[in-house]
């Protein structure tokens, strides 16, 4: 009798004690495969950054290519003034451009906003998110009320008066943004669930977006001059 | 009898745990087999984000000097010719504003850091964390005060720049950058140093906990724009 007690214990503590190795030798797994989950999740970021600096790397060697190209032909034409000048014009009017001093036009959209009658105002950052997210999806131009939006533009609100300022220029609603991008990039920028136009819907504001295959944007009308950068 | 029966049924149950335990155990080896797989091609993807990384690199660099060079054939071409040494400095000009060129200046430093106090605050976490929306705030003010050229972690502030918010990183310029942002600018210290103003938004911040420091320098580096600006759906119109 005694001994057979004892052979069950024996043989039940060794159940046990396998039982709890198994157990921690899957907890220990189980741990493990928490850490390869999070580098699954990695897997489809990394094929993100990969086409990304792919992307990144062919731009910056197309536009080495072409300042490559630009220095020959400053080199060989150095003899006739001509030449040089049409280079000079076509690097200004590029720089011009990029700054925001010439009028453009393109296809994109042109989204207007009026405040609703109650509650709280369309707001200077609410104009800032919008025209962010714009540039996020790839705006090419952007103006609010015909201000252009140029890298060194301004979305302030003025207490004293209440009204929003563009490039220290006072603004007026309705705000009249119109943007030159693809268009369905530029309406799904600010549409869509959670998106800047829902939210100011909501608040009980309009908002109509119009698509529009020619839209001419303005250049910037104010001075552009620096004192501190060299 | 009745005691051989309950030990039989415990032992019975312990063996219908241990299969059990075992079962389950090979079915997530045999998972964890296939993502060790997977691991070698994440490998291999790292490997090759690295090799476009050091390519860009190397290009980046070729191009900043060949900018240098194109510069001076500018210069030498237009030398002659006072309406095109005009347009030549307006182009150098041009640059430095676009973010083509870097530039140097007098200017602030500002640094935002994520609030420490997560888990002991009463505030609420979220608000203890930097925003894209600060980051694009203190940039709007910053321009509103004067500010010529921008950085935020060396990403050059361009026209087409957007910051966009990514979990607990911030996308800018094609680039993914986490706290602490620290936000350079150009232009009269003392104006840009008033962003500190009572009632400004970095007291804002700082009020909501996020760590937040500003400091004037007599210079300050700001580099080029990392990336090529390139319209595909924007014209000039002719001039007529």
């Known amino acids: 009798m005694k001994k057979g007690k004892i052979a069950m214990t024996i043989t039940i503590g060794i159940a046990c004690f396998a039982l709890v190795t198994v157990m921690m030798m899957q907890f220990k797994v189980v741990n493990e495969t928490d850490i390869t989950a999070i580098e699954d999740m990695q897997e489809s970021e990394l094929k993100t950054q990969l086409a990304n600096w792919k992307t990144r790397y062919e731009e910056i060697d197309a536009q080495y290519q072409e300042v ?99 490039n220290g220029q006072r603004i007026l609603e309705p705000y009249v943004i119109k943007v030159i991008g693809n268009q369905s990039h530029m309406e799904s920028a600010v549409t869509g669930t959670g998106g800047k136009v829902e939210e100011l819907q909501t608040l009980g504001h309009t908002v109509t977006i119009e698509k529009d295959n020619d839209i001419t944007i303005g250049k910037y009308n104010g001075e552009i001059e620096t004192k501190y950068i060299e | 009898m009745t005691k051989k029966r309950t030990i039989s049924i415990i032992l019975g149950i312990m063996c219908f745990a241990l299969t059990f335990g075992i079962f389950v155990q090979v079915r997530t080896i045999r998972s964890t087999n296939s993502s060790i797989g997977q691991n070698q091609e994440a490998n291999e993807l790292r490997d090759e984000i690295l090799k476009y990384k050091e390519r860009y690199d190397n290009r980046f660099k070729e191009l ?51 609030g420490k106090g997560i888990a002991t605050s009463t505030l609420n976490p979220s608000q203890v964390i930097v925003h894209d929306l600060d980051v694009l705030s203190v940039v709007n003010e910053l321009i509103n005060a004067g500010a010529e050229a921008i950085s935020i972690n060396d990403q050059r502030w361009v026209l087409t720049t957007a910051i966009s918010c990514r979990g607990n990183t911030i996308d800018i310029n094609g680039e993914r950058i986490g706290a602490p942002f620290v936000i350079k600018a150009i232009g009269l210290p003392e104006y840009l140093a008033g962003l500190e103003r009572v009632g400004g938004y970095l007291e804002l911040m700082r009020g909501d906990g996020v760590g937040v420091t500003l400091e004037k320098s007599n210079s300050i580096t700001i580099p080029k724009y990392s990336g090529v600006i390139n319209f595909e759906y924007l014209q000039n119109v002719e001039e007529r």
Do not use: C, W
Request: hydrophobic share 35%; glycine share 8%; charged share 30%.
């Open chain 2, 64 to 114: 900043e000097e060949a900018e240098k060079e194109l510069e001076k054939e500018r210069e030498e071409a237009t030398k002659n010719n006072s309406e095109l040494e005009q347009a030549q400095q307006k182009i150098t000009e041009g640059n430095k504003i676009t973010g083509m060129t870097e530039v140097t200046g007098p200017g602030v430093t500002i640094t935002l850091t994520d």
């Open chain 1, 68 to 166: 490559a190209q630009r220095i020959e032909e400053y080199k060989n034409d150095e003899e006739s003034n001509n030449e040089a000048s049409r280079l000079v014009q076509e690097e200004l009017e590029q720089t011009n451009t990029l700054l925001g001093l010439t009028d453009v036009h393109g296809e994109g959209i042109v989204i207007t906003l009026k405040s609703g009658e109650d509650g709280a105002a369309i707001s200077a950052d609410d104009l800032l998110v919008i025209v962010n997210a714009l540039k996020f999806a790839g705006a090419e131009a952007i103006s609010i009320n015909d201000e252009r939006i140029v890298n060194t533009t301004d979305i302030v609100y003025i207490s004293a008066g209440s009204f929003i300022k563009v």
